[in-house]
């Protein structure tokens, strides 16, 4: 269940920053809104899947919004968005569960 979380927090902050960045030309809410949502994924992520793979997923996921500038100049804004939330949430979903216990 908690893999579900951290990746629905991740989409979220992607998401949810964006709109709120563009619907109110406030850019730092919507930075607010990634920031909060990058933090309590992290959290998730540690508890489950270790510090050095959530330290590796909130790269992911930094990298994920700096990707989506340059991209919305080839392909749009909204759909660089999502293209970016969709490779964040596989990479939640594949490397954020929970550690196999040796």
């Known amino acids: ?30 930075g607010a809104i990634l920031a909060a949502c990058g933090v309590a994924a992290f959290a998730v992520w540690k508890n489950d899947a270790g ?18 500038h340059p991209l919305a100049k080839k ?7 999502f293209t970016v939330t969709g490779v964040m949430a596989l990479a939640s979903m594949i490397f954020g569960g929970r550690r196999k216990e040796s």
């Open 75 to 81: 392909i749009g804004a909204w759909p660089a968005v």
């Open 51 to 68: 510090a050095a793979r959530a330290a590796a997923l909130t790269g992911t996921y930094i990298t994920a919004f700096g990707a989506s």
């Open 1 to 30: 269940m908690s893999r579900i979380i951290s990746t629905g927090l991740a989409k979220t902050g992607l998401l949810l920053g964006y709109k709120v960045a563009r619907d109110t030309g406030n850019r730092q809410a919507g």
